[in-house]
């Protein structure tokens, strides 16, 4: 089974510029998240979709932040500007109910603001 | 905020010995997850327990669990080097089925 596909493995850009991140979950998962993880911290949600509606985007910095998923599969997080302290790594995850609420995770796009 | 802290925060131990990690709460859960994540890597879901079970085992890794204290603990036994990587506690609340809260982590460090 192919896991959860993210591009690009790594970005670096200068602030105010703008930067998009590609998810691609595991087939037939119909949850799909967005998480940011600032070094040394844990993951925190920005958005979770179930198939192309948002669940969740309480925690998603609207104004500088998107995130779409069309058609239910792929998704992209579009950050614009960028702030310093967007650098991160971004990570996407799927689940779907049968697989007993766990999360698949995505290897993660890291992102560089200078 | 961040629901779960992990403690300790790191841990350096030698092959062969056990690894435990503790993880703190704060409001009534569904289930309480233990994911690893390896350097640079995506992290992988390592064992689930629910809220009505006290412990649950999984090949080398033992979790318990204490919603009275709102605690959780994961026991690696006979570690390895490959087990070199930080494990996170992630708790689900019952009206929010999938959206996980993860603690900072604890780093473990396994040296032959």
């Known amino acids: 089974e192919a896991g959860v596909a993210q591009s690009p493995r790594y970005k670096i850009i200068e602030k105010r510029q703008s930067v998009a991140f590609w998810c691609n979950p595991i087939?037939?998962?119909?949850?799909l998240y967005w998480y940011q993880q600032i070094l040394g911290q844990g993951p925190k949600l920005l958005i979770q979709f179930q198939n192309n509606g948002v669940v969740d985007d309480s925690q998603l910095p609207k104004d500088r932040f998107s995130a779409e998923r069309l058609k239910g599969v792929d998704s992209t997080l579009k950050i614009q500007p960028a702030k310093l302290e967007d650098s991160a790594v971004y990570l996407c995850?799927?689940?779907?109910?049968?697989?007993?609420?766990?999360?698949?995770f995505g290897s993660g796009t890291q992102l560089s603001v200078l | 905020s961040q629901q779960g802290e992990e403690d300790p925060q790191a841990l350096s131990i030698q092959e062969g010995e056990n690894a435990t990690m503790n993880c703190s709460y704060k409001t009534s859960i569904n289930n309480l997850q233990w994911y690893r994540q390896n350097s640079g890597r995506g992290l992988v879901h390592l064992i689930l327990i629910r809220s009505n079970e006290r412990e649950k085992h999984s090949g080398r890794l033992r979790v318990t669990l204490d919603t009275s204290k709102k605690s959780s603990s994961l026991l690696i036994t006979a570690s390895r080097a490959a087990d070199t990587a930080s494990y996170f506690c992630a708790t689900c609340r019952f009206d929010s089925w999938g959206k996980l809260q993860f603690g900072a982590g604890t780093q473990v460090v396994v040296t032959p």
């Open positions: 087939s037939g998962h119909a949850t």
């Open positions: 995850a799927s689940s779907t109910r049968a697989t007993n609420e766990k999360l698949f």
